[in-house]
């Protein structure tokens, strides 16, 4: 029996009191202003209910002073959608305490580093430098969320997923100083940083047209930028332009690092051993001692298997959806399910009526894999004509 396993994992935590202040909401910026001020000691999160529209502000630590808001107690299981959240902040500031790069926060997006992580690396030829400026590593997606399976009550859990992520991380300028033509690739800036624990953000400015000294000419450019410095601009890492850096980098050995890598990412696409990597990485998670604030730690259990029966959380049912109806004449009376060919050779093909020739079909296969009259019949069926050969 297949033993199906779902990459969510439900996360445990105690039903307890939490000290918060509340303030009425006003619009975006007062919620981002609050954020940026305290992300350090407090958690925000903006609550529409039928209480009105408010901010509920969650401080780490018990006796952090006031922000001014109207103090409140609220319970964890009464605000699922709340623990997620401080859950997800537990985890963006252990990751930032070991100084790991995160690139956003919803999801939480951490790239595997390390060597022995670079893709890229390990598919380079031997007697080949390090490619220091180019990499394809690893991305972990991690995200903390309410999760409601078949009507069961709803519970929060962590789901983390795979992918590989392509880097080229030197500016323009550095590119150009190896020798490296950006003209007709498409070039971003990088924006202010609003969380200092989140690596800055980039904003795609334009294509590049020309090169003026140290600048580059843009078209297809974001309004108000005709040019940038080429310090200050990166290669969007699209097809194209990562194509031309392998090719900079690697010139007639690039066929050769592509197969390389092509078979790198086919591994850790395979089932198994990207469900290990992802199984390693919970298990890391889980080892740490964490909490939601104010002390309320929280853990997280092993992945939903379809064979853990005896779990607190069990796996979703799964249900077979209905097969296809497949049509074979206009007037739609003429169907038959999976398989196709069942009804290919009871009905024809629907489009057999419209030949305005009958179509000639040659068959060719040893006589004795063929009852005598198969082919001939199936010929006939799609509306062909069978021609004997001695």
Request: aromatic share 10%; hydrophobic share 35%; with cysteine.
């Amino acid at each position: 029996m297949t033993n199906l396993v779902l990459n969510v994992s439900p996360a445990n935590f105690a039903d307890s009191p939490l000290e918060v202040e509340l303030f009425d909401y006003e619009d975006h910026i007062q919620l981002e202003r609050l954020r940026h001020t305290h992300h350090h000691t407090h958690v925000f999160k903006r609550d529409a209910s039928d209480e009105g529209d408010r901010i509920i502000c969650v401080p780490l630590k018990s006796g952090t002073p006031s922000l001014g808001g109207r103090s409140d107690v609220i319970y964890t299981y009464d605000n699922l959608w709340l623990c997620a959240t401080l859950i997800r902040n537990s985890l963006i500031n252990y990751f930032h305490s070991i100084r790991r790069v995160l690139f956003d926060f919803l999801p939480i997006k951490l790239v595997a580093d390390g060597a022995f992580n670079d893709l890229l690396l390990q598919s380079t030829p031997d007697g080949f430098d390090w490619v220091e400026w180019l990499s394809v590593r690893p991305l972990f997606e991690i995200e903390a969320r309410v999760f409601n399976l078949d009507d069961r009550p709803p519970f929060v859990g962590l789901t983390i997923d795979l992918r590989t992520t392509n880097q080229i991380l030197w500016p323009c300028s550095k590119l150009m100083e190896k020798g490296f033509n950006p003209i007709g690739l498409y070039v971003k800036r990088q924006m202010e940083s609003r969380d200092d624990r989140i690596s800055p953000r980039f904003q795609l400015v334009g294509r590049v047209e020309q090169i003026r000294g140290l600048e580059l000419q843009l078209n297809d450019a974001r309004e108000g930028f005709d040019s940038i410095a080429a310090e200050d601009a990166y290669l969007e890492t699209r097809f194209d332009s990562f194509e031309r850096c392998l090719a900079h980098a690697f010139g007639p050995h690039l066929h050769i690092v592509k197969a390389r890598l092509e078979a790198q990412k086919a591994t850790l696409r395979n089932g198994p051993q990207r469900l290990d990597r992802l199984t390693k990485v919970l298990g890391y998670i889980s080892d740490k001692q964490l909490d939601l604030g104010q002390g309320v730690h929280f853990t997280f259990g092993p992945f939903f298997e379809q064979r853990g029966r005896g779990a607190v959380y069990q796996f979703p049912s799964v249900q077979q959806a209905p097969g296809a109806t497949y049509v074979f004449d206009p007037t739609g009376e003429r169907t038959s399910r999976w398989p196709v060919d069942a009804g290919m050779n009871k009905h024809g093909p629907y489009s057999q009526r419209d030949f305005i020739t009958r179509p000639k079909v040659c068959v060719i296969c040893q006589r004795e894999r063929s009852e005598p009259r198969s082919v001939p019949l199936a010929l006939h069926r799609l509306g062909g004509r069978f021609f004997g050969l001695e």
